[in-house]
């Protein structure tokens, strides 16, 4: 039996008597922070973290001195990116509350590290972002409900989205959407931040996961962003309108048709499928979406598979949207876009039971098209 095993075996006897020492985990700790700043093969430091892990689910607990030990790791340049990165998952889910505080506090310090970077020749301007990614992806989770104010780490996600792409790239920005959507803070905080973040910093970048927030009462503040703040080439905020569109707000297509008007645009491009007219519009006549989805219209890659799935959000009969789904299979059949584009539709017909396997002709997505 391995070292690893025979402590797990002992601690979960342990923890049956309700005692998980401490002690068993300081061997551990000490491989990891003596491995941490070698040079060489960060495979043994690695090795104890998972050891660590496993212990620590097994019931043991961690020293009183040993979060402030790792985390010094984390902050330490010094250090082998992939150990750092390895315990600020760990840290986000162990410790006391007054631990989990640390964390935020140096995740924050962090952030602030990587914004003040003078160049891309620091080795920190590529080992930051990756601890703050595994943060963002995997550790903000498990960290907020240990925190007393789960709230406090809504402004570490403002402070990464209000950060230059250059430092701050999308693989570490996108995260934060979700989130903000998903803090345990109460909803009316989540959306406070979600209009700052529409007002400030995503003006072009569409934040998806923020249509989970938008409801009735959000949508004037956002239609004041859309009409009345900064304005995209179109004379609108364009992220705070799709998010309106996609809550399916009939004042915003109003005034939406108010202002193509104004700026002399048929009305036939200002309600074309898939604009952000028609887009609201679907949600008060579902024959428009079944009229697109069994159409052999091709606008983008998504558009259909998209309009799939608002159809099951806006309880269209299956049955419907299978028949339309064939129609569109009948042309798709012909054409090598539209083939291409029933890849997505398929898959996501198939998970809800609209359709089997094969029963839409898929072609391979051009090359030209592939991310």
């Known amino acids: ?89 760990l840290l986000c889910s162990h410790g006391s509350p007054e631990d989990a505080e640390r964390v935020r506090v140096l995740i924050t310090e962090l952030i602030a590290r990587l914004r003040a970077l003078p160049d ?53 920005q996108q995260p934060c959407f979700d989130r903000i959507v998903d803090n345990p803070a109460p909803l009316p905080v989540r959306q406070r931040y979600m209009l700052r973040v529409v007002e400030t910093v995503s003006f072009y970048v569409y934040p998806e996961p923020f249509a989970k927030l938008v409801n009735q009462d959000v949508s004037a503040p956002l239609r004041k962003i859309a009409f009345e ?31 193509g008007k104004q700026r002399g645009y ?28 069994g159409s052999d219209q091709w606008i983008d890659w998504s558009t259909r598979a998209w309009a799939v799935q608002k159809a099951l959000r806006l309880g269209v009969e299956k049955s419907k949207i299978r028949e339309a789904l064939l129609e569109y299979g009948s042309h798709a059949s012909s054409n090598k876009r539209l083939g291409a584009e029933a890849r997505d539709v398929l898959q996501i017909a198939v998970e809800n039971g609209i359709l089997m396997p094969g029963e839409l002709p898929v072609t391979p997505l051009p090359s030209w098209a592939r991310p």
Do not use: C
Not at 132 to 141: P, V
Not at 273 to 288: A, F, S
């Open 1 to 89: 039996m391995s070292y690893t095993s025979t402590i797990t075996a002992v601690l979960s006897l342990l923890q049956l008597a309700g005692f998980a020492p401490p002690a068993e985990t300081a061997p551990l700790v000490d491989r990891i922070i003596s491995g941490a700043q070698e040079a060489g093969d960060p495979a043994p430091s690695l090795q104890a973290i998972s050891s660590l892990s496993q212990l620590l689910a097994a019931g043991a607990r961690l020293g009183a001195d040993v979060p402030r030990r790792l985390g010094s790791i984390v902050a330490d340049p010094r250090a082998h990116g992939v150990v750092r990165v390895e315990l600020i998952k």
């Open 120 to 172: 891309h020749h620091d080795p920190e301007y590529y080992a930051l972002p990756g601890i703050l990614q595994a943060f963002l992806e995997e550790g903000a989770q498990r960290l907020a409900p240990r925190l007393a104010d789960p709230a406090s780490l809504l402004d570490v996600y403002m402070n990464v989205l209000a950060g230059p792409r250059s430092r701050f790239n999308e693989w570490v």
């Open 229 to 259: 703040g900064a304005a995209g080439p179109n004379g609108y905020h364009p992220t705070a309108v799709a998010l309106l569109a996609e809550y399916g707000d009939e004042e915003t297509a109003d005034r939406l048709m108010e202002l």
């Open 266 to 293: 048929l009305e036939a491009d200002m309600t074309r499928v898939g604009g952000d007219v028609w887009r609201i519009r679907v949600h008060y006549d579902t024959q428009l979406l079944l009229d697109y989805i």
